[in-house]
């Protein structure tokens, strides 16, 4: 994580100690670092060269107004999944001809609400959902510019089970009737098909699926001009895993075991970038998990340490209200102190306050020895983190601060008993 990083046994967000940001602002705190944020999505803005491509971040990763103004600002586009993202993401400013709409259920609201304010495209996966976009682009004299999502059969590579591409997924129209769907597009008034769209999965930690699909995919572009659609755009989709193991170092930091190899972030497109390119279509991309996983880190408070049968509990004052993914995912976070004062390691399951069993963030967990009242930090955050929080157990949202160098901006306040009700 270049922009979190321990100074001595201090861990530090650019340039200011957590420690005192956890003191100051309390916990939980999600903490950001713009510089991470921006550092990455220029590196994968780079890595397309003279390729005419548009990135767009995903907002369901992490819908913070002003980390989506930061990208905004920097000339991303955005891929909502619902009304209510693309409602954020028009107010961060992100241009309506750079926000396409993508989901498998959206709502006849929601289809009126993309169309009327013009965005690029609406990725589509149903000849149900081509019909109900077709009837309402002509009841507003409007054309809707569509993409069809296609399904192959691909080994992802992804630790999620529910993976995008196998044949129990919800999404995508299959490969095998993609053909058929275009043709149905072109006969329905007010459609206008310009694109392909595919979206592998999250969390992937191989180059070989973008290799095999950008092949298979170049080779459908071909196939379906032949039947004179001229496809303009293909949005190749997200997913491009981060490393959630052994991401800060220290010499008293345990090495965590089973950390599964992760490509650099460069890699992905490097691996997808010449089969894509041969097609001659705009490229688009939605990465969401790698523009913002690395920048964010959640401060907590160790709260009570007992021993109860052969485990040892750490019980912190973050939950699965705060963050979910451990639960949800069975996701795999590092978490270390904010402060290292010893060498000394200790095992232990470190738990949230919620009234629910299976409120841990991790299980037989070796970290440096911690005492009642220290701080620790979960990495990797930054994505698919408070977007998840809820108010479950009348537990209010924890506060959001971006680091900008040695400044710090309050980019979310914790919620209030008020805000409860
Ligand atoms: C359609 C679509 N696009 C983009 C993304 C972003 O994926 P990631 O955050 O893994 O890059 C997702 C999330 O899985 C998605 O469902």
């Known amino acids: 994580m270049g922009f979190i990083e321990y100074k001595d046994s201090l861990l530090y967000c650019e340039d200011v100690a957590l420690q005192e940001l956890a003191e100051e602002y309390g916990t939980p705190l999600y903490v950001y670092s713009k510089q991470e944020i921006l550092n990455t999505y220029r590196t994968m803005h780079a890595s397309f060269?003279?390729?005419e491509h548009c990135i767009c971040y995903s907002v369901k990763a992490n819908n913070n107004p002003t980390l989506l103004r930061l990208l905004a600002e920097e000339g991303a586009g955005a891929e909502v999944g619902s009304a209510g993202e693309l409602y954020l993401a028009l107010k961060a400013g992100f241009s309506p001809e750079q926000i396409i709409f993508t989901g498998v259920g959206k709502r006849e609201d929601e289809i009126e609400f993309a169309l009327t304010r013009n965005i690029f495209m609406l990725n589509v996966e149903s000849v149900q959902e081509l019909q109900t976009i077709s009837r309402i682009a002509l009841r507003l004299n409007t054309t809707a510019r569509i993409a069809l999502r296609v399904k192959f059969m691909i080994d992802s590579q992804t630790p999620f089970p529910s993976t995008?591409?196998?044949s129990s997924s919800k999404f995508g129209i299959d490969e095998t009737l993609i053909a058929e769907v275009f043709r149905q597009a072109q006969q329905l008034p007010a459609l206008e098909p310009i694109g392909l769209h595919i979206h592998l999965g999250t969390q992937i930690t191989s180059t070989v699926p973008y290799r095999e699909s950008a092949q298979r995919v170049s080779a459908l572009v071909q196939e379906i001009r032949a039947m004179g659609v001229p496809l303009q755009y293909i949005d190749f989709g997200g997913g491009f895993g981060v490393p959630y193991h052994n991401v800060l170092f220290h010499e008293a930091l345990p090495v965590e075991p089973n950390a599964p190899d992760v490509p650099p972030l460069t890699d992905f497109i490097d691996a997808f970038l010449p089969y894509l390119q041969q097609t001659g279509c705009t490229l688009w991309i939605e990465p969401g998990r790698s523009i913002t996983a690395n920048a964010g880190i959640l401060l907590t408070k160790v709260l009570y340490i007992k021993d109860s049968g052969s485990k040892k509990y750490i019980v912190i004052d973050s939950?699965?209200?705060d963050f979910l993914r451990p639960i949800l995912y069975n996701a795999y976070h590092q978490i270390v102190p904010l402060?290292?004062?010893?060498?000394?390691?200790?095992?232990?399951?470190?738990?949230?306050?919620?009234?629910?069993?299976?409120?841990?963030?991790?299980?037989d967990r070796a970290l440096?020895?911690?005492?009642?009242?220290?701080?620790?930090?979960?990495?990797?955050?930054?994505?698919?983190?408070?977007?998840?929080?809820?108010?479950y157990n009348g537990r209010l949202h924890p506060a959001e601060v971006l680091v900008n160098g040695e400044?710090?901006?309050?980019?979310?306040?914790r919620q209030t008993f008020e805000e409860l009700i």
């Open 407 to 413: 400044r710090v901006r309050v980019i979310r306040s």
């Open 164 to 166: 995008s591409n196998t």
């Open 49 to 51: 060269g003279s390729t």
């Open 319 to 321: 939950g699965m209200t």
């Open 339 to 363: 402060n290292i004062q010893s060498y000394e390691h200790i095992t232990a399951d470190i738990v949230g306050p919620v009234n629910d069993n299976n409120d841990a963030i991790a299980h």
């Open 368 to 391: 440096p020895k911690v005492h009642v009242g220290d701080y620790l930090a979960i990495a990797t955050v930054g994505a698919y983190g408070f977007v998840y929080a809820s108010n």
